[in-house]
């Protein structure tokens, strides 16, 4: 069962008046931060988002959560349509589905103890007749903190309990989807593999969904059951992550694959090589946005979007010359 269906969704961000814009002679006054991306979450399993700084992933999630107006497309949750009655959701979306920010610290009110911040869900949600002190201990054990932490406030955690922290805070009302944005970024390797194997862990025990924006490919490869790779607001290629690991359709994600780090000194990379920047979103290129940076990009390339087309590996792909093999 699809737990989240997102269709042909777009966010724009206005950068201009309608005078401003005329008089500066932009093309357009708005800057497109998500086109036209279509994506399914299964109850259950773990959907990772990947791209550059910029690709529109943590905008995308912001538009899933609520944070963020969207313009067009829609988002189905269960079937049924949240957003229907306005651009905010009810309290019982907000309910079934929490996020986790990319900074843990800055997250956290630093006038707030540990216990204030991971009970504050119960207070908004006005579900006053729980026992707030045994929820703080109950959700601090699942995430693997002393009890004692309650009275810390966030100056005194590091990365990691500031993580752990947030996931309290997130798994406090049952949600069924976690978003998770770069949720083990800035944490030394020991301490990523243990927030990934926590989890790991609560999604087995209180059977939740995730969806993990990240730019770590390791982190995608060791939690993801599909992944989806955004390139300029837009999503280029779709699909279960070990056929994308095992032969990427589209330039840009064999470029991704290819450009990891490896510990062997005899193996050299192959592939397609990634050069320049990603482009202004100002300035977007006509066409496929990846062309200027794509060794294979011929002349409709420069004047067509490609159209999603599906492979019999399960993989979406928009590219007009995509790869037969890697």
Not at 171 to 187: H, M, Q, R, V
Not at 259 to 282: F, H, M, Y
Request: with cysteine.
């Amino acid at each position: 069962m699809n737990l989240l269906e997102v269709c042909n969704l777009s966010v724009h961000y206005a950068i201009a008046g309608r005078m401003k814009a005329a008089l500066a002679g932009l093309r357009s006054r708005f800057v497109e931060a998500v086109i036209d991306v279509s994506l399914t979450i299964k109850s259950g399993t773990t959907l990772a988002i990947v791209g550059e700084s910029g690709s529109g992933k943590s905008t995308l999630a912001r538009a899933i959560v609520g944070l963020t107006p969207f313009s067009s497309g829609t988002i189905r949750f269960e079937g049924n349509d949240p957003f229907a009655s306005g651009i905010h959701p009810g309290r019982a979306y907000h309910r079934d589905v929490a996020m986790m920010f990319q900074d843990p610290v800055s997250s956290l009110s630093p006038r707030r103890t540990v216990k204030s911040l991971i009970i504050e869900p119960f207070i908004v949600h006005g579900l006053k007749e729980k026992d707030l002190g045994a929820e703080a201990k109950r959700l601090l054990a699942l995430v693997g903190l002393p009890a004692d932490f309650a009275g810390r406030y966030p100056h005194q955690l590091s990365g990691g309990q500031a993580r752990r922290v947030g996931l309290a805070r997130a798994i406090a009302l049952n949600p069924k989807l976690i978003i998770a944005d770069e949720p083990t970024a800035g944490l030394d390797v020991s301490v990523q593999g243990e927030i990934l194997n926590l989890l790991g862990r609560l999604q087995s025990e209180l059977g939740l969904t995730y969806m993990i924006i990240t730019h770590n490919l390791a982190v995608v490869r060791h939690v993801s059951d599909r992944t989806a790779i955004m390139y300029m607001g837009r999503v280029v290629e779709e699909g279960p992550t070990p056929a994308i690991f095992a032969a990427p359709k589209h330039p840009y994600t064999a470029a991704l694959i290819g450009a990891q780090p490896n510990p062997d000194p005899t193996k050299r990379r192959s592939g397609p090589v990634l050069t320049g920047e990603i482009t202004s979103l100002r300035e977007r290129p006509s066409g496929c946005e990846f062309n200027p940076r794509c060794a294979r990009a011929g002349d409709i390339c420069h004047t067509s979007v490609p159209q999603p087309d599906a492979s019999g590996t399960g993989q979406v792909v928009r590219c007009h010359f995509p790869l037969k093999q890697l």
